[in-house]
């Protein structure tokens, strides 16, 4: 914007104030910065704004892999913007409009950036239209795979982490700023149209039928996911909260994914007794067939397990406690930073040992000592760089460390901390130094040399004492 300030200057040399730019105007309005800042994902997310929802309008072909989008953001400027980013790979920008005037915009690899026709003061709150269109592809993430939107046979699964989002709408793309989410899905009809929260409707017009979900959960865009196909939906409540679940149609009926899910209630419920209130307005669980998703996703409220886990034939609840366990744990309290991921898979890990204890399988005890003798100690489970983010040290290494935490504080404080950690921080954001901080608090005792063995150190540390 170097011209920018030159021309404001000479405008103000002239005694003119041409098209609103003042001396004033140039000092408070900046470019948002074109990325969050975190060195796991270069690019991702973007500042300057912080984004309260999301009401996006999308329809998609299976025919001829074509979506069509309208999205709008609502957000506010959290400092003067004289533009801003949004994150959005590929797909093509037909308007966009700020504040309902049409606002300049153009393309810089995967972002969209914006330029409103005048500047937005710091703490104002502000819409942003944008219409959009296109055969959304998956995003490379390198070592990691690939995120984001994948055309199947019959439909579509948006599906990634770290990264997923803006393969199919602009998003500010980057845990740190969690906001809610209001759906429109039109698909033809016949397919499902799969999403997160609250079911609100169906409705068919001219061979289209338009699923409307809502998440009024503030929600890390990585936990968004779209699934469209041929899918056996079941609709119920559980808890008092409405339970949609689904399992492609390609799956037997009768099978072990579908016998897995099943299970979510009973699940949902096991966790909610060890971590308190489950936090979302709805529960479920998506079962897709597709192969090349080799992972499960605790997409928010409604997870989507990928086939690999029910192979051996027999149901597989442990995924189901995983990914359950993240809705406590990274999707209603979420990492600020990718590099705090143990806060979400070291407690989804731990989570499946107590599960499967208290399923009739091996007890949390077994489980400790097995992964205590097995895991590699010369990572760490906090920062242990991009390519191990969903390495041992993070699930394994993490489980370990809320294992040692159990065994020092004992069991009556570390359920005490589970319930308080996951009431105080609910829908919030946080850091491994909040967590030991409010450990301690807890516990009323210092517990940093134990994270800093736990989590840090470059060897296995001396078993833990029983309290
Ligand atoms: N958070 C997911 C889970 O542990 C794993 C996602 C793995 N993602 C990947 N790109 N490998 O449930
Ligand atoms: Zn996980």
Redesign the pocket.
């Known amino acids: 914007m170097r011209w920018g300030r030159g021309w404001c200057a000479a405008a103000l040399v002239g005694a003119l104030v041409l098209g609103g730019c003042t001396q004033a105007d140039e000092e408070r309005f900046h470019p948002g910065a074109a990325d969050a800042g975190d060195p796991y994902v270069p690019g991702a997310g973007n500042g300057g704004y912080d984004v309260a929802g999301y009401q996006l309008r999308v329809r998609y072909d299976p025919a001829s892999d074509r979506l069509t989008g309208e999205a709008t953001v609502t957000a506010t400027a959290t400092t003067g913007l004289s533009r801003f980013n949004l994150d959005l790979a590929g797909l093509t920008v037909d308007q966009v409009r700020v504040d309902g005037a049409p606002a300049r915009h153009r393309r810089d690899g995967n972002e969209l950036v914006v330029t409103p026709a005048h500047g937005l003061p710091s703490g104002r709150q502000f819409t942003v239209d944008v219409a959009y269109a296109g055969v959304p592809r998956p995003l490379p993430?390198g070592e990691?795979?690939?995120?984001g939107f994948l055309a199947t046979p019959d439909g579509a699964i948006a599906l990634?982490?770290?990264e997923s989002a803006s393969t199919w709408f602009p998003v500010n793309d980057h845990p740190s700023d969690k906001a809610t989410y209001d759906l429109e899905i039109t698909v033809p009809d016949g397919l499902a149209a799969l999403s997160n929260g609250v079911l609100r409707g169906r409705t068919s017009r001219g061979g289209w039928t338009t699923w409307t979900w809502s998440e009024g959960s503030p929600m890390a865009s990585y936990l968004t996911t779209l699934v469209i196909g041929n899918y056996r939906v079941s609709t119920g409540t559980h808890a008092g909260k409405p339970m949609v679940t689904a399992v492609a149609a390609g799956l037997p009926a009768d099978g072990p994914a579908a016998a897995s899910i099943a299970r979510t209630g009973e699940v949902a419920d096991f966790l909610t007794d060890r971590f308190g209130p489950y936090p979302f307005a709805a529960y479920g669980g998506i079962a897709i067939a597709d192969e090349r998703i080799?992972?499960?996703?605790?997409t928010q409220s409604r997870?989507v397990y990928g086939p690999g886990f029910f192979r051996a034939g027999r149901p597989n609840t442990t995924?189901v406690a995983?990914?359950l366990a993240?809705q406590w744990f990274?999707d209603s309290v979420s990492v600020a930073r990718w590099s705090d991921?143990w806060l979400?898979?070291g407690f989804?890990?731990y989570a499946e040992w107590l599960w499967d204890e208290h399923d009739g399988g091996r007890p949390v005890a077994e489980a400790f000592i097995a992964e205590y003798a097995a895991t590699d100690w010369t990572k760490p489970s906090v920062d242990p760089g991009r390519p191990a983010?969903?390495g041992d040290a993070v699930?394994k290494r993490g489980a370990l460390a809320v294992h040692a935490l159990r065994r020092a504080v004992g069991d009556d404080t570390f359920f005490r901390i589970m319930r308080g950690w996951t009431a105080e921080h609910r829908d919030g954001t946080v850091t491994t130094a909040d967590f030991v901080a409010y450990a301690e608090r807890v516990a009323g005792r210092p517990l940093r040399p134990l994270f800093d063995a736990w989590l840090y150190g470059a060897e296995r540390p001396a078993e833990p004492k029983p309290r």
């Open positions: 993430s990691l795979g690939s995120g990634g982490q770290p080799r992972y499960a996703l605790e997870p995924v995983h990914e993240h990274g991921l979400n898979e989804a890990t983010m969903f699930y």
